[in-house]
């Protein structure tokens, strides 16, 4: 028995009715994209091409790339963990936040670059900034050092992650693993100092093996000690 297309004029599907995409969807298909190619791979037609669609289904959901940006950070934001607040442990939780938002930072390639220069306004990004208010402040900080301190430690953390993502690409590049690179650049820097005129640079040749001793991670963490210790002497009670 034939089949009838009904009613009458309508045409037969070549493939099953599309789900409608929502804004989540699309945030996370981006955080992917960044992930696996970082953020110049991420473009309106790029992203429709992923839902196999056009980028006019994309802007009924976002308004431009710089609003997606926006929200891939603050959906990154999210998976940041936030300590309860330990007023005796204040130093350390806000060292501790930091860490946790420089991972989250690193693991998602170079979307770091999207949080430079401006004021993060994201209701997960909100929290995070509350939080780690909210530990300054328990622990006498006042108001204003806090709230500066605050901006200079969240630069840190996304200068330094920004940082870890160009050397990240650089190894890619190079056709290496992290840790060969790394050691035969240091050895290459660490070579050339030690040739240094010692009447010119004595200290830089001296101490050519500190400059380029350490991991990445060891370095920050010094970093982080330096911002966060030195805000003591603002303690109100210390």
Excluded at 60 to 72: R, S, W
Excluded at 76 to 105: F, N, Y
Aim: proline share 7%; with cysteine; net charge negative.
């Amino acid at each position: 028995m034939t089949e009838l297309n009904w009613p009458p004029g309508a045409r037969r599907r070549a493939r099953p009715a599309k789900n409608p995409l929502t804004r989540p969807e699309i945030v996370r298909t981006a955080l992917r994209l960044v992930q696996s190619e970082g953020i110049d791979a991420v473009s309106m037609r790029r992203l429709a091409a992923e839902f196999d669609t056009g980028p006019a289904s994309l802007y009924a959901h976002v308004t431009n790339k710089d609003e997606l940006l926006q929200l891939m950070f603050d959906e990154m934001c999210g998976l940041i963990t936030i300590p309860e607040l330990d007023p005796p442990r204040w130093q350390e939780q806000v060292k501790e936040l930091a860490r946790s938002g420089h991972a989250a930072l690193v693991a998602h390639n170079d979307l770091a670059r999207a949080a430079l220069a401006t004021i993060p306004t994201g209701p997960n990004a909100l929290l995070v900034s509350d939080a780690m208010l909210g530990m300054m402040l328990a622990g006498g900080i006042p108001a204003r050092i806090a709230t500066w301190a605050m901006d200079r430690i969240f630069l840190y953390i996304t200068s330094d992650a920004y940082e870890y993502s160009i050397w990240r690409r650089q190894v890619r590049e190079a056709g290496s693993d992290k840790t060969t690179y790394i050691g035969q650049l240091g050895a290459e820097v660490q070579s050339y100092f030690d040739q240094l005129p010692p009447d010119l640079y004595p200290n830089v040749r001296r101490h050519a093996s500190e400059l380029m001793g350490g991991t990445p991670e060891d370095r920050f963490d010094l970093g982080l000690d330096l911002l966060v210790d030195g805000l003591v002497r603002y303690a109100a009670n210390q």
